[in-house]
């Protein structure tokens, strides 16, 4: 699995360098192709209407094609970073916090994240957290990254759900209880649910139900490996189509604090 890692590091620092001169040169590009069209524009102006058509049309269809390549240069971008999470050499530092803390910061941030990118975002929170859960030893760094993830990814599912059937308000759930010697994390919302053979996919690398080019296919991956390999704990999903999606983070907790 080291070996696997450094060789997944070693491809995703390869990729980045000339990953980062298609990005900065497609934005160049378009900032001159714009420059080019002021200084042309009179001449332009001066063609007969076939050959004028023509040029603005070829002008559109180059600044289209840039446009494609910034937007597929940042999702590529996005794969390399998640890859270099993956293959980094060791977890942040392990501490003893709150359990409780750590969701509801992971919360608010993927709420007032979503709001910052669309203004008009809006859904229904539900939060039940169990006051007495209190602390736990863990990598809280990446904890974070996986309820950002978990959180993130229900309100996108329950906002797309509701803007294309309209059937009801978007809704997330978030609820903390100590089960036997456990604490268990649930993030649920009532978005269009994932299908049974979707479901057994869901972990894999690269593996996305997203539509190409919003998502990378690697954060449910990169969360199982910090819940799992990380913390020892376990990383599920609970599913209806058309009605909800559940998924609960269970971590060791062998001595519930009083």
Do not use: W
């Not at 900032?31 to 050959?51: F, Q, S, T």
């Not at 559109?60 to 794969?79: F, P």
């Not at 803007?163 to 308000?169: F, G, H, L």
Request: hydrophobic share 35%; net charge negative; charged share 25%.
């Amino acid at each position: 699995m080291d070996s696997l890692g450094q060789l997944n590091a070693g491809i995703a620092n390869e990729i980045k360098n000339p990953l980062n001169f298609i990005n900065n040169f497609s934005k160049l590009s378009a900032e001159m192709l714009e420059e080019l069209e002021e200084i042309i524009e009179d001449p332009i102006k001066a063609l007969d209407e076939e050959d004028r058509d023509d040029a603005e049309d070829l002008f559109e269809t180059v600044r289209d094609n840039l446009g494609k390549i910034a937007q597929h240069g940042k999702r590529a971008d996005s794969i390399v970073k998640n890859m270099l999470l993956h293959s980094r050499d060791g977890p942040s530092e392990r501490q003893v916090v709150n359990l409780n803390a750590i969701t509801e910061e992971a919360l608010n941030l993927a709420y007032h994240g979503a709001r910052a990118e669309d203004q008009s975002f809006n859904i229904d929170i539900v939060k039940e957290l169990d006051g007495e859960l209190g602390e736990i030893e863990c990598y809280p760094q990446d904890l974070m990254r996986v309820f950002l993830n978990l959180i993130t990814n229900g309100m996108y599912a329950a906002t797309k759900h509701n803007t294309e059937t309209d059937a009801r308000d978007p809704q997330i759930s978030v609820t903390t209880r100590f089960v036997g010697n456990a604490a268990e994390i649930q993030i649920r919302d009532n978005g269009m649910g994932i299908p049974t053979e979707v479901r057994e996919k869901i972990f894999l690398p690269f593996f996305t139900t997203k539509p190409a080019g919003e998502g990378t296919g690697l954060g449910l991956s990169l969360s199982y490996d910090i819940v799992v390999k990380q913390h020892g704990g376990t990383l599920t999903v609970d599913s209806d189509p058309g009605q909800y999606t559940a998924f609960t983070v269970s971590l060791p907790m062998p001595q519930r604090q009083e």
